[in-house]
């Protein structure tokens, strides 16, 4: 019976660690995805400026 | 085990595995057949000008989904004559095509990630197939509401189709369960969903940052393309 309870414990952490894995994965993309966002939204402000455009 | 005697008629028609030289010929031509298949795929056929070598995945990636939608469709026939004559050989064919199709359609999406891995640069994006998002979103927003339709068909289905499922516990009459299971229980869906909250927030916010990424992304194009 403890065995059990002990491969059930076991199984419930790896699930747990598992979501909360991809839980991280999804906020390291979101993350790098701000960061591309930004990068681009420097390049387009970096065009505008030298174009002499204003940047509302 | 004694055997059973099946009546002529059944046995003349249940599909079986082939015996002698009739599946001696057959296997003997599968295997001649996938080796003339490599040879044509890997030196007979031209190597793609733009693609290069990657190109020869189209021969498994189109030959797999063609099977996959084969093979389903042999399920909805199965299925539809198992509703219709009832008889379990209907239901060994669906069941069969089944599995085969879930195989192909794995092989099909494996063969056509490592493709789009080399060739897009990344495994799988919607955006290539439709570059009209407003096409996209519509056709996901139909998917969506049709996939729905499934879920009040598989929360009644326990009540439905008694199988081996339990039968609901939580609004039966006189409590189903004890309080301690009932408390551990909802803190349990509690926790499920703040977990789905948490995720979906992270995922809307990644759609969303995509999006605008990609939207800056074509006007820093369009400007390039204007200034030469």
Do not use: C, K
């Amino acid at each position: 019976m403890m065995s059990g309870l002990w491969y059930l414990a076991v199984g419930y952490g790896v699930m747990w660690l598992g979501l909360f894995g991809y839980l991280v994965y999804v906020a390291g993309r979101v993350r790098a995805v701000r960061d591309e966002l930004a990068e681009v939204q420097r390049q387009l402000a970096g065009r505008d400026v030298e174009q002499g455009r204003v940047v509302r | 085990m004694a055997h059973t005697s099946l009546p002529v008629r059944a046995t003349r028609l249940a599909i079986g595995p082939l015996r002698g030289w009739r599946e001696l010929a057959l296997y003997g031509g599968l295997l001649a057949l996938m080796a003339l298949d490599l040879y044509l795929i890997f030196v007979f056929a031209p190597t793609e000008r733009v693609q290069g070598d990657v190109q020869r995945i189209f021969y498994f990636h189109v030959g797999s989904a063609w099977l996959a939608f084969v093979a389903f469709f042999v399920v909805a026939l199965g299925s539809v004559g198992y509703l219709w004559r009832r008889t379990p050989r209907w239901d060994y064919l669906a069941v069969g095509s089944a599995e085969i199709g879930v195989i192909f359609t794995t092989l099909t999406l494996a063969t056509g990630s490592i493709w789009g891995r080399v060739v897009w640069g990344v495994w799988w994006t919607l955006r290539t197939y439709l570059d009209n998002v407003a096409t996209r979103r519509r056709m996901a927003a139909v998917l969506g509401i049709f996939g729905f339709v499934d879920v009040p068909i598989v929360w009644f289905s326990v009540q439905w189709w008694r199988s081996l499922h339990p039968q609901p516990t939580i609004l039966q009459q006189g409590g189903g369960m004890p309080r301690e299971m009932l408390v551990t229980l909802l803190v349990s869906v509690a926790t499920f969903t703040l977990l789905y909250a948490v995720l979906l927030r992270q995922r809307f916010a990644l759609e969303r940052a995509a999006d605008q990424a990609a939207a800056l992304r074509d006007l820093l194009r369009a400007q390039a393309e204007i200034g030469g």
